[in-house]
């Protein structure tokens, strides 16, 4: 229960105006049958309030607690960032802007989609009847036409501060401007590139915590080396196929600490690695359902590398091809489906026939016989995979560079699980 | 438009199914949602297939039927798919096959819904398989029962905040409609049917001691169960189309013999089990 019930009750009576036409006592009675019924304490004040007030005042909500697919929100921040795009809305040209919108508890993205609204860097806003969505787990402000959005003091808000957000790298996707993370770094090499026809220096690698791991960019030579834990604040992260990437110059602050982090190899449930798209080698499980046609034995182009097809390449023609071994396979968890595409040495492996064996098969049987073969050994069986894994809205495939059948001891996890349940009821 | 999950559901679970999302036009799917918030477009099974019936000529339509633990899925194939219908014709029942399909329902009158599977792909497999799917489709079943009992614990079910514990956003999504739809769900009959499915799994457990079912902790649930349906009774009695409102309720309670802290909390407990809801604040309404 919560115990500071009446500093809630002023909160109240401080929003809805002393002169509203209800008694304290009222309002705590009303305010413990809320909590009674398992309400929480801020939303029973929003409610309370929005009863009592008669829509006099309006309140403000704070960036922290403002959650997806919410109409008529109402917020007073700080244009943080603001930036024009021109779209095509049913074929006409409309320029929208998009940006940042910040107050004392957090930074959200926005869109504004009202021709009517214009909006400066820097302005204290009072925003009334926005709408929220969520896009790949970030809450996004909307304002529509009946938004409105009106410039106020700049006193009413404390100076949003740009503090770089704290994250691990699994959250990096949904992160906005500047991060604040401590990694380790696994490797690191120095490349040399040309910015503006003058040679610069870069320091390339991967980092990683115990979340995940991301390739880097240093711009400044912050002495790196391998085994370091380091905190990196001001990087920047981009995206590339759903693989983390972190930037950072002199501007940042990069500061060796004593702390151990251990890189996780801990496998990723399939549905966050989808939701992420990709990520730098990472470990996943779950359950082959399908061995896709153009898995087993097949022929390439010696010149190009590409599958051949009744002895022709469809960019050289007539080849002697060149035979190699693959697995394209969907794994699936129960939580989502990813694509994984696995070499001749680990589908060897994974099937305990070697590459010859197979191209014997194929020679004496068809290549039919070898893609029976994979279903056959792959099929309904769980793996555990590493490697990269790529991926857009239009699905993620893991490049195995590890790949593993995962045995299992069913019915001793089944008797397990059965005392577990029995122990629970 | 991305690959869509491969559900592990017990047929039990699947053929209790009645709430159907329609997507519109080709590219948004359409989906089953099981009781517990699967939301189904595509699921895996592995089971007995037990028979095959062809229901048209030259095979345009086919019919099969594939056995768990827990029930039988039907599974419909048709000329559109030659190459699964002929696999299907092919095989020799019974025998234990792996299924890709697609979620299929059947609506022969408003409110009357039968699902069943289109198969996608259809592979003999041996009965190891069968025991790993059992023992997955086990862990995915009580997934989803802990997922919906979180989301009844929300004052306001949502996807956000499930997801947000750490479950898929088809799944978080799924709960919230079959909560919404599922009006008195009984999650225990799926504790049953997993219990059940485990069970398949260790046969020669039979004479193993297990934990015993604490007696008195029984007794008590069925008093409490006994109190819940005087309050219904009560409430049934009493309310009219707007409900009845809970002093009346309490007062009437008290005169049938029970403290107010009884009929509070059994009036909780109506909630929580889905057989009353609150309409307006201090108004009991049953479902
Ligand atoms: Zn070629």
């Not at chain 1, 003058?198 to 115990?210: A, F, I, P, R, S």
């Not at chain 1, 992260?237 to 801990?266: C, H, M």
């Not at chain 2, 009560?234 to 802290?261: N, P, T, Y």
Request: glycine letters at 8%.
């Amino acid at each position: 229960m919560v115990d500071d019930v009446s500093s809630y009750i002023d909160d109240i009576v401080s929003m809805i105006g002393e002169d509203a036409e209800v008694e304290r006592e009222e309002l705590e009675k009303e305010f413990r049958r809320f909590l009674e019924y398992g309400v929480p304490p801020d939303q029973a004040k929003r409610t309370l309030v929005k009863k009592f007030s008669n829509g006099k005042k309006v309140e403000f909500r704070k960036l922290s607690e403002v959650k997806p697919n919410e109409s008529n929100v109402n917020l007073l921040c700080r244009v943080v960032t603001v930036n024009p795009k021109e779209v095509k809305v049913r074929g006409e040209p409309r320029k929208i802007f998009y940006g940042l919108l910040g107050d004392e508890t957090g930074v959200i993205p926005f869109t504004s989609w009202s021709s009517s609204i214009s909006l400066e860097k820097g302005d204290v806003v009072e925003i009334s009847n926005a709408y929220t969505k969520e896009w790949q787990g970030v809450v996004q402000v909307n304002f529509g036409e009946r938004t409105s959005v009106k410039k106020v003091e700049d006193d009413r808000l404390p100076e949003v501060s740009h503090e770089p957000k704290p994250c691990k790298i699994a959250d990096l996707h949904t992160a906005f401007g500047e991060v604040d993370v401590t990694v380790k770094i696994l490797d690191v090499s120095e490349k040399e590139v040309d910015v503006n026809g003058e040679k610069k220096k870069v320091y390339v690698g991967t980092l990683g915590d115990e979340t995940g791991k991301a390739q880097f960019t240093a711009w400044h030579d912050f002495k790196l080396k391998k085994g370091d834990v380091v905190r990196v604040v001001g990087g920047y992260t981009r995206f590339w196929k759903g693989i983390p990437q972190l930037t950072f110059d002199d501007r940042a602050n990069v500061e060796k600490v004593s702390k151990e982090v251990e890189v996780s190899y801990k496998p990723v449930p399939l549905h966050k690695l989808v939701e992420r798209r990709g990520g730098l080698d990472v470990s996943v499980e779950g359950t082959v359902i399908e061995v896709r046609e153009g898995s087993g034995f097949i022929e390439r182009c010696p010149e190009c590398k590409r599958l051949i097809q009744n002895g022709e390449c469809k960019v050289h023609g007539k080849v002697k091809g060149v035979g190699d071994l693959r697995a394209k396979l969907v794994v699936d968890d129960g939580t989502a489906g990813i694509g994984v595409i696995v070499g001749r040495e680990l589908t060897e492996q994974l099937i305990g026939k070697t590459f010859e064996e197979c191209k014997r098969i194929a020679s004496e049987e068809g290549g039919e016989a070898v893609l029976r073969l994979l279903r056959e050994r792959l099929l309904t069986k769980r793996v555990a995979l590493r490697g990269n894994a790529l991926g857009d809205e239009f699905g993620t495939t893991l490049i195995a560079r590890d790949a593993k059948v995962v045995d299992l001891d069913v019915r001793k996890e089944a008797l397990e699980l059965l005392q577990k349940m029995e122990g629970e009821s | 438009m991305r690959r869509s999950t491969a559900w592990r559901v017990f047929a039990g679970e699947y053929n209790d199914a009645s709430a159907v999302v329609k997507g519109d036009g080709e590219r948004v799917p359409s989906y089953v949602i099981t009781p517990l918030g699967a939301k189904i477009n595509r699921l895996f099974i592995v089971g007995v297939l037990t028979d095959v019936e062809s229901l048209a000529e030259n095979n345009e339509l086919v019919r099969a039927h594939v056995s768990d633990p827990t029930g039988v899925f039907a599974l419909y194939s048709g000329q559109f798919q030659p190459d699964v219908t002929k696999s299907l014709l092919e095989i020799e029942v019974p025998a234990f096959v792996a299924v890709v399909g697609k979620a299929r329902t059947f609506e022969p009158e408003e409110g009357m819904v039968y699902v069943s599977v289109r198969p996608e792909s259809v592979y003999e497999v041996n009965p190891d398989a069968r025991d790993r799917w059992t023992l997955e489709t086990c862990k995915s079943t009580l997934d989803r029962i802990e997922a919906v009992k979180e989301g009844l614990k929300l004052s306001q079910p949502n996807a956000y905040d499930l997801t947000k514990m750490g479950y898929s956003r088809d799944l978080a999504e799924g709960v919230v409609k079959a909560i919404n739809f599922y009006r008195n769900m009984d999650v225990e009959k799926y504790v049953a049917l997993v219990k059940e499915a485990l069970n398949y799994l260790v046969p020669e457990k039979g004479g193993e001691e297990l934990p015993k079912v604490d007696v008195k902790t029984e007794e008590e649930n069925k008093e409490s169960d006994d109190v819940d349906d005087t309050v219904l009774a009560i409430i049934k009695e009493i309310e009219s189309e707007e409900g009845a409102l809970w002093d009346d309720i309490v007062e009437k309670c008290m005169e049938a013999g029970l403290d107010r802290e009884t009929v509070e909390e059994s009036i909780n407990s109506l909630m929580d089990k889905g057989l009353v809801y609150e309409p307006v604040l201090g108004t009991i309404k049953t479902t």
